[in-house]
């Protein structure tokens, strides 16, 4: 695809369901990143793939959080029991390298009600 | 204290006008500096992204660095109303675009 397709754009999840977030990268782009951007908020770092490793996780905020990338191009970032202040929105971006430019999704919109 | 400071605006200014924006940072260890632009419900775009101190130019946008002071600012000259939107600038150790941390993000308004 043309860029870092994210999907869904918005997902409205009652307090203590459990949500996937796909994130679809840039073709050959070996870096994925997930970020949460809170309302008001700069995106905050949740963890890091090359290809089908997850080299850093430290920004997940708790063990409800979970990224995975088994085959080194989609990745889904799941949330158990989901509270809300887990609503914000998720970015997804990609590289081509770590240390190249990161091109973002357009984001998913999750709200906990 | 927050690694990254930027002021959350809005800042409002006529079309036409210089815009300065700016961000503080306390750590040392940022090599890399960006500049990112996000529009109402989309992801951010990255506009300018610097490794050294001094300045960078393309177009109409400045991005200038100042280690020593732990500083940074993005300078827009003839300001459009299509530049109304958030700002964001970013930080990377020298891995970077790995684990970036972003300010806050300034609201720009550009009137006509």
């Known amino acids: 695809g043309a860029g870092v397709s994210q999907s869904p754009r918005y997902k409205v999840a009652k307090r203590g369901q459990d949500v996937a977030l796909r994130c679809d990268p840039i073709?050959?782009?070996?870096?994925l990143f997930w970020y949460q951007q809170a309302l008001g908020q700069g995106p905050e770092f949740l963890t890091y793939f090359q290809n089908e490793a997850q080299l850093d996780k430290s920004g997940l905020p708790s063990d409800r959080f979970f990224a995975e990338r088994p085959e080194g191009s989609v990745s889904t970032l799941k949330i158990q029991r989901t509270q809300q202040e887990d609503s914000a929105v998720y970015l997804c971006a990609s590289s081509l390298t770590g240390n190249t430019e990161a091109f973002f999704g357009q984001g998913t919109r999750l709200t906990v009600v | 204290q927050k690694e990254v400071e930027q002021d959350p605006g809005p800042l409002s200014v006529p079309e036409g006008a210089i815009v300065s924006l700016n961000c503080t940072y306390s750590?040392?260890?940022?090599?890399?500096f960006m500049w990112y632009r996000q529009y109402s419900r989309k992801g951010p775009e990255l506009l300018m992204y610097?490794?050294?101190?001094g300045n960078k130019e393309d177009g109409r946008f400045t991005a200038q660095v100042d280690k020593s002071s732990k500083y940074i600012s993005l300078f827009i000259r003839d300001s459009q109303p299509s530049d109304s939107a958030t700002y964001l600038c970013a930080m990377g150790m020298n891995t970077g675009f790995q684990k970036l941390v972003f300010g806050t993000g300034t609201r720009l308004l550009v009137s006509p």
């Open positions: 073709s050959g782009h070996v870096s």
């Open positions: 750590n040392s260890a940022f090599q890399y």
């Open positions: 610097t490794y050294s101190s």
